[in-house]
T-cell receptor, first 115, second 111 residues
C-alpha cells in the first residue's frame, strides 16, 4: 500500500502571498489531519477532516483553512503569508480519525519558507 | 491549561544501555497514549500505543509504561543502538479530541 504523499515537498513564498498544500492519504483512510511543526512550538494541530467534513480544529487564525475531497485527498491553504508561517507542514491519515485510538500515518511533510 | 511535557529536550546514551524517556501530562485524562519516532526531515512514525487501562506494553526492544495516577508515561529502549538516534514524541488522545503531541526528546546513542 502506498504511504501518505504530500506535494510539494519544498516551497518558498514571500510575505503576503498565499499557498496551497496537498495531501493524499493511504488508500481507504477517511481521516486527514494537518499539523504545523516548528523548532519552538513542536507539532501543533491545525485541523482534521473526516469524510469531507472538518471534525476538529486547532488554535490557528482563519488564514489557515482546509478542505477534503470525496476521494479523501485534502488540501490546506494559508492566505496572506507571514514570516512566522515558515514551518514543516505535515499531514497524517487514519481510517477512523480522532478518538479511535488509531495510528496516525504521517506523510514526509512540506517545508515552507516565507521570505 | 493542558500541557504535555517531555522532560528532556536532548538525551545522550551509551550504545548498549537502556534509554528511558519521560512524558508527563497535566489536566488530561487520556484514553490512549502513543509514542512516535521522527527522523530529521521526515514525518513521525508510529511506534506504540497504550490504553488507559494498560500498565505496560512491549514491542521488541521497546517498552512503554502508563501511570494514570502519576500522569506519566515512560518509554524504554533496551540494548540501544546508534540507529535508535532520533526524536521521540509522545501524544495523547482524549475522547474525540485531536491527538496532542509533546515537544519531543532528541535521543542520541553514542557508539
Amino acid at each position: 500500500k502506498a504511504g501518505v504523499t504530500q506535494t510539494p515537498r519544498y516551497l518558498i513564498k514571500t510575505r503576503g502571498q498565499q499557498v496551497t498544500l496537498s495531501c493524499s492519504p493511504i488508500s481507504g483512510h477517511r481521516s486527514v489531519s494537518w499539523y504545523q511543526q516548528t523548532p519552538g512550538q513542536g507539532l501543533q494541530f491545525l485541523f482534521e477532516y473526516f469524510s469531507e467534513t472538518q471534525r476538529n480544529k486547532g488554535n490557528f487564525p482563519g488564514r489557515f483553512s482546509g478542505r477534503q475531497f470525496s476521494n479523501s485527498r485534502s488540501e490546506m491553504n494559508v492566505s496572506t503569508l507571514e514570516l512566522g508561517d515558515s514551518a514543516l507542514y505535515l499531514c497524517a491519515s487514519s481510517w477512523g480519525g480522532s478518538g479511535a485510538g488509531e495510528t496516525q500515518y504521517f506523510g514526509p511533510g512540506t517545508r515552507l519558507l516565507v521570505l | 491549561s493542558q500541557k504535555i511535557e517531555q522532560n528532556s529536550e536532548a538525551l545522550n546514551i551509551q550504545e548498549g544501555k537502556t534509554a528511558t524517556l519521560t512524558c508527563n501530562y497535566t489536566n488530561y485524562s487520556p484514553a490512549y497514549l502513543q509514542w512516535y519516532r521522527q527522523d530529521p526531515g521526515r514525518g513521525p512514525v508510529f511506534l506504540l500505543l497504550i490504553r488507559e487501562n494498560e500498565k505496560e506494553k512491549r514491542k521488541e526492544r521497546l517498552k512503554v509504561t502508563f501511570d494514570t495516577t502519576l500522569k506519566q508515561s515512560l518509554f524504554h529502549i533496551t540494548a540501544s543502538q546508534p540507529a535508535d538516534s532520533a526524536t521521540y514524541l509522545c501524544a495523547l488522545e482524549v475522547g474525540n479530541e485531536k491527538l496532542t503531541f509533546g515537544t519531543g526528546t532528541r535521543l542520541t546513542i553514542i557508539p
